[in-house]
């Protein structure tokens, strides 16, 4: 099932914030070789994306975070295997 091409082009801004699935994404990957328009609005709209991390303020790390994390990472943690003993 293939969708109109107004349909596909208005998926542009979506799938440019990473808000499509993976077969979505694939599908529109597919129209942006085809379509001169949505080409040339992804190149316009790539400088403005990269440009949103910057237009929030940072946040504090919420206290006990890095705790917290570093715990759950650290229980997960695998064990190393003990050397072999040289000669034996």
Same mark, same amino acid.
């Given at each position: 099932?293939?969708?109109?091409?107004?349909?596909?082009?208005?998926?542009?801004?979506?799938?440019?914030? *990473?808000?499509?699935?993976? %077969?979505?994404?694939?599908?529109?990957?597919?129209?942006?070789?085809?379509?001169?328009?949505?080409?040339?609005?992804?190149?316009?709209?790539?400088?403005?994306? *990269?440009?949103?991390?910057?237009?929030?303020?940072?946040?504090?790390?919420?206290?006990?975070?890095?705790?917290?994390?570093?715990?759950?990472?650290?229980?997960?943690?695998?064990?190393? %295997?003990?050397?072999?003993?040289?000669?034996?």
């Amino acid at each position: 099932m293939t969708q109109p091409h107004d349909e596909t082009c208005d998926l542009l801004e979506l799938y440019m914030l *990473g808000g499509l699935t993976e %077969e979505e994404a694939q599908r529109f990957e597919a129209h942006l070789s085809s379509c001169v328009s949505c080409g040339a609005q992804r190149q316009a709209l790539a400088d403005i994306v *990269g440009l949103l991390p910057e237009t929030a303020d940072p946040q504090p790390v919420p206290e006990g975070m890095k705790k917290r994390i570093l715990a759950n990472v650290l229980a997960g943690a695998v064990p190393a %295997e003990p050397a072999a003993k040289a000669g034996g």
